[in-house]
C-alpha cells in the first residue's frame, strides 16, 4: 500500500514509516518540523535503502495536503502529527484544540473526497481518563483530564460521526500505551526538543548527566512500591501494531489498545535501566504530579484477537534500546 504519513519524521510516526517499508508498503511523509528534525528523513532512506518523499508541510493545511492526495493517490493515511505535551496543552488549549482537531478534519475531509479508505489514528490511552485498569476498549470515555486527552477523544468522536456518513471508509482508533524504547539500529529513537515531559526522556537525562536526578512524583501510591505502574511498550512493537491495523480492518470503526497488559512501576523501570545499561540514575522522591493516576494498563485481548497484535519486546529491550540511542545522539559513553 502508498500511505500517507503525517508526523512521519517524529518519535512513532519515524518507527512506523520504518516498520511499513519493512511489511513491502511504501510512505509519503508531512511534518511541520515542529518537534522533529529533518536529519531523520535521511536517517530513514538508510535504514529502509530506498527513497521516501517528504515535505514539510502542515497537516492541516488543506490546499498542501491536497496537492499529495492529487498527485499520490493514497491507499491509507496514518496521522500521527500533533502537539503531545500535557502540561502545555493545559496553558495553551486553543493552540492544542486548533491544531489537533482541524488536522484530523482535513486529513478525513480529503480521504472522504478522494476516496481514500483506511485512516489510522493516534489516539492515546489518555481518552479513558482516570477509569480503573484493565482498561478495554468498550469502556463509556469520561472526560479526559487536560486538553491534550480532549483532542484525542473529540478527534476519535468526529472520526467516528464520518465514518458513519461515509461507509466505505475504514478507520482504526489506535490508543497508545507509554511508548518507549528506540529502533534497534539506535539510529531513530525519541529526542524531544525542550524539558522533557514523560519518564523515560528525564530517566536518559538524568543517566547522561544532563539532569542532576530524577524527581520520582509520589511513593504513596497504592501500588506494591508506592510509585506509579504504567504499561511502557516499545515504540517498534507499537509500530507493527499500525502495520497490521492498516492490512486487517474492514469498513467500519475499529478501536484497539496498543499495550502490553503487564504494569511496571517508576522504581522498576529505574531498577531495570540501571542493572541493563550499568549506568546510575540518581533520584529523589517528590510529591505526586497533579493529575497522575496509581496505575493503569491495557486490555490486550481484542488486538491480540482481532489483529494477531502481540508485543515481542521486554522492559530490558525497552531501557537497552533507550539508551542505546541516548548514546548515539549526544556521544554519551554508554558504560
Ligand atoms: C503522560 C500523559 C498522557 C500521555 C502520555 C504519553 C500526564 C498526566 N499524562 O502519561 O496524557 O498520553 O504521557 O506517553 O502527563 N514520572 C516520574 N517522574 C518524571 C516523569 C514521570 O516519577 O519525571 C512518573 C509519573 O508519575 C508516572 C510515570 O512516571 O507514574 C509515567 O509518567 P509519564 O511518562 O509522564 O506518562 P503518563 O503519566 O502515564
Not at 490511552?125 to 486527552?149: I, M, W
Not at 507509554?178 to 543517566?207: K, Y
Request: net charge negative; with cysteine; hydrophobic share 35%.
Amino acid at each position: 500500500m502508498k500511505l500517507l504519513v503525517t508526523g512521519g519524521l517524529g518519535y512513532i510516526g519515524s518507527h512506523t514509516v520504518k516498520a511499513l517499508y519493512d511489511h513491502h508498503h511504501t510512505a509519503v511523509i508531512v511534518d511541520d518540523l515542529s518537534n522533529a528534525k529533518e536529519s531523520v528523513h535521511h536517517t530513514l532512506e538508510t535504514l529502509v535503502n530506498d527513497t521516501i518523499p517528504f515535505y514539510q508541510a502542515d497537516a492541516k493545511d488543506i490546499d498542501a495536503m491536497r496537492a499529495l492526495f492529487e498527485n499520490y493517490h493514497f491507499d491509507g493515511v496514518l496521522h500521527f502529527a500533533g502537539h503531545k505535551a500535557v502540561g502545555e496543552s493545559v496553558s495553551r488549549p486553543m493552540m492544542y484544540y486548533h491544531n489537533n482537531l482541524n488536522s484530523t478534519l482535513t486529513l478525513a475531509q480529503l480521504c472522504v473526497e478522494h476516496r481514500v479508505s483506511k485512516f489510522i489514528f493516534s489516539s492515546s490511552a489518555t481518552v479513558y481518563g482516570d477509569q480503573p485498569s484493565p482498561l478495554h476498549e468498550g469502556l463509556e470515555l469520561k472526560k479526559t483530564t487536560n486538553p491534550y486527552g480532549e483532542t484525542k477523544a473529540i478527534s476519535e468522536r468526529m472520526l467516528t460521526d464520518i465514518q458513519r456518513a461515509h461507509p466505505s471508509l475504514s478507520v482504526a482508533l489506535l490508543r497508545y500505551f507509554n511508548p518507549i524504547g528506540a529502533d534497534e539500529s539506535g539510529l531513530l529513537g525519541e529526542d524531544p526538543q525542550g524539558i522533557p515531559n514523560n519518564l523515560m526522556p528525564f530517566i536518559t537525562n538524568v543517566a547522561s548527566q544532563r539532569i542532576p536526578q530524577l524527581n520520582v512524583y509520589g511513593d504513596d501510591y497504592e501500588t506494591p512500591d508506592g510509585t506509579g505502574v504504567r504499561d511502557y511498550i516499545h515504540v517498534s512493537d507499537l509500530a507493527r501494531g499500525h502495520v497490521l491495523a492498516l492490512e486487517k480492518i474492514t469498513e467500519g470503526v475499529h478501536i484497539y489498545n496498543l499495550g502490553t497488559g503487564q504494569g511496571t512501576s517508576v522504581f522498576q523501570m529505574i531498577e531495570a535501566f540501571e542493572r541493563v545499561n550499568q549506568v546510575s540514575v540518581p533520584y529523589r522522591v517528590v510529591p505526586r504530579r497533579p493529575g497522575d493516576v496509581a496505575i493503569t494498563y491495557a486490555a490486550v485481548e481484542h488486538a491480540r484477537d482481532q489483529l494477531g497484535f502481540q508485543t515481542e519486546k521486554s522492559i530490558d529491550d525497552m531501557v537497552k534500546d533507550s539508551w542505546r540511542f541516548t548514546c548515539n545522539q549526544k556521544g554519551t559513553p554508554s558504560s
